[in-house]
């Protein structure tokens, strides 16, 4: 944890109400790792490890029925003149700052969530919702697929940070999420950006902008392609190999194969540098006729996906 040896609610939240505001307050503890670190550090304590930044939501079960957001963090306090141990309170409220009460710290403003929309891209589908292979009219598989248009919503982010993390930049663009993020399960929603702005400044205090762009997809992703090669099993019934032999591509049946080592070649005598077809057990995917049980090439489904836990960029 760093900085933090522990930090944590240490009593039950408060309540009161008046015909024009409802208000709770929430009470936390936090001890410091020594006395190099101060104040500041519990309150970002609090901060990160509850999510809690001025303008977010806390709902208090049944005893609001509309809820409050946070209004004010801090400033925390030492304990008995302890340099280590700090507590502070969270006030939330029904009615929120006017704007002279903006927090003076930048790092201290809720994340601003917006804008969000929606892109479209095409797919192509071999199998329907319930995972049954799309038939032709004569029941036999859309082999080819069919292209259809989805659309892939998407949300950006962002939040004020007192550095540009580079780490960051590397470990988390192009993730997916490990775990639950933003409502999805896990491996539905895709950081496709993660972006800094230069340094800027809040009065006297310099902060950079953090921005992430979000997709969410409703099934996981994958990359399908055919199992092809250079080197692959003979055919079946004709000689099952213990090992892979090389061949190449081309007009290829049984009576062009010679031997086991025969080079497979076009219909005009010249070896065809292009990998083969394979079946589901690595032998020439023989395209022969509907009889033929090895006519038919083999899908390999790759997961390419990089998972992180999204949620600890703190948005």
């Not at 104040?39 to 509309?66: C, L, Q």
């Not at 704007?99 to 790092?107: K, N, R, S």
């Not at 804008?115 to 859309?142: A, F, M, Q, W, Y």
Request: glycine letters at 10%; a negative charge; one cysteine or more.
């Amino acid at each position: 944890m760093g900085a933090v040896v522990s930090v944590r609610e240490h009593q039950p939240p408060t309540f009161s109400s008046t015909a024009d505001e409802d208000t709770a307050t929430r009470y936390f503890i936090v001890k410091l790792l020594n006395d190099n670190y101060g104040p500041r550090t519990a309150v970002r304590a609090v901060m990160d490890n509850f999510g809690i930044r001025v303008g977010t939501w806390y709902r208090y079960g049944y005893e609001f029925e509309s809820g409050c957001r946070a209004k004010t963090i801090g400033p925390a306090s030492a304990v008995d003149g302890s340099r280590t141990l700090y507590t502070l309170q969270v006030e939330y409220s029904t009615t929120q700052p006017d704007e002279e009460e903006t927090p003076e710290d930048p790092l201290d403003m809720a994340t601003k969530w917006g804008p969000s929309g929606s892109r479209s891209e095409g797919k192509i589908v071999t199998n329907d919702k319930d995972g049954n292979p799309i038939l032709n009219t004569c029941n036999d598989p859309i082999t080819e697929g069919l292209e259809i248009e989805r659309n892939i919503p998407w949300v950006r982010a962002t939040k004020n940070v007192d550095a540009v993390d580079f780490g960051n930049l590397a470990k988390y663009t192009g993730a997916w999420n490990s775990a639950r993020f933003l409502g999805q399960p896990e491996n539905r929603v895709l950081c496709t950006e993660l972006a800094y702005s230069g340094k800027q400044w809040h009065g006297d205090h310099p902060y950079y902008e953090m921005t992430g762009t979000f997709e969410f997809y409703d099934e996981e992703q994958f990359i399908e392609l055919p199992s092809q090669g250079f080197n692959a099993l003979f055919f079946k019934g004709q000689a099952q190999v213990a090992t892979k032999a090389r061949i190449c591509a081309g007009s290829i049946s049984p009576e062009n194969m010679g031997g086991l080592n025969t080079r497979l070649e076009n219909n005009t005598g010249m070896p065809v540098q292009s990998p083969v077809l394979l079946d589901e057990d690595g032998f020439v995917a023989v395209t022969g006729g509907d009889d033929d049980p090895a006519g038919r090439s083999h899908t390999i489904t790759v997961d390419l996906k990089r998972s992180e836990p999204l949620a600890r960029l703190g948005f």
